[in-house]
């Protein structure tokens, strides 16, 4: 079980674990599940514009002074 936990929540818990017929454990695990879960699910996502221009950012640096977008082309597909 978690330790530290304030003797106040433990005692809703077991209530609540044994409510929906569970472990303290098992119930203390479908929360911090269910509540991870929905922070990742409310996160903003990002647009697909966003996501193009970090994955072009993240190889600029190879790009810098090399030449037209035909010779990069070319250098991407090992055509020297």
Avoid at 18 to 43: D, G, K, L, P, Y
Avoid at 50 to 57: G, L, N, P, Q, Y
């Amino acid at each position: 079980m978690i330790r530290n936990l304030d003797e106040g929540v433990k005692h809703k818990l077991r209530l609540q674990a044994a409510s929906h017929r569970r472990s303290m454990e098992a119930e203390a695990r479908e929360i911090i599940t269910r509540v991870v879960n929905e922070a990742e699910e409310q996160q903003p996502k990002e647009s697909p514009q966003e996501r193009m221009r970090k994955a072009i950012e993240s190889v600029t640096g190879i790009w810098e002074n090399r030449g037209s977008t035909d010779e990069l082309m070319q250098l991407t597909r090992g055509e020297d």
